[in-house]
């Protein structure tokens, strides 16, 4: 169920990934994140999206979601189908790699245990360091601002309480 949820809120975010600043859904900005909230009460969801970094050498977007009561959860959105033979990992310097699940246009973590560790890790980053990647086979996809995710994360928590 929740990746259905997930996969629905990552439909909307891609159909109107163009236009990402503009949408009447938009509440903010941290970095380079952008902060969504849609819904109210137990309907209520939230997420933030960041596009790829200019380092990076594939189009795809990260993000978090909340949504009602549900736990947090990540998915990568790329704009093509991965390669089902080579792994997606996300690498954090000095804390931990995760590796990632596919369907099509999709990613998410290969165990859902995983989704809060990632948010944690992610929060506790530290953003002077080497940068947050994610990897598919020897390209990274995205590096990104860790101070802004931070920020973000913390705007998305206020903003999603259930």
Sequence with gaps: MKNFITCAVTAFVVSTSGAIAQSANTYGHEG?????????????????????????????????????????????????????????????????????????????????????????????ADASSKPVTFSFGNKVLLDYDVAGFQKALNRLKETCVS
Aim: hydrophobic share 40%.
């Design 32 to 124: 380079n994140w952008s902060l969504f909230k849609d819904g109210t009460g137990s309907k209520k969801a939230c997420w933030i999206v960041t596009q790829r970094s200019t380092k990076a050498t594939v189009k795809m977007l990260f993000m978090v979601t909340k949504i009602g009561r549900q736990d947090y959860g990540v998915t990568l959105v790329a704009r093509s189908a991965y390669p089902k033979e080579t792994p997606i990992f996300l690498e954090i310097p000095g804390l931990r790699s995760f590796e990632f699940t596919r369907r099509g246009r999709d990613a998410w973590p290969k165990h859902a245990s995983d989704d809060p560790k990632i948010i944690k890790a992610l929060a506790e």
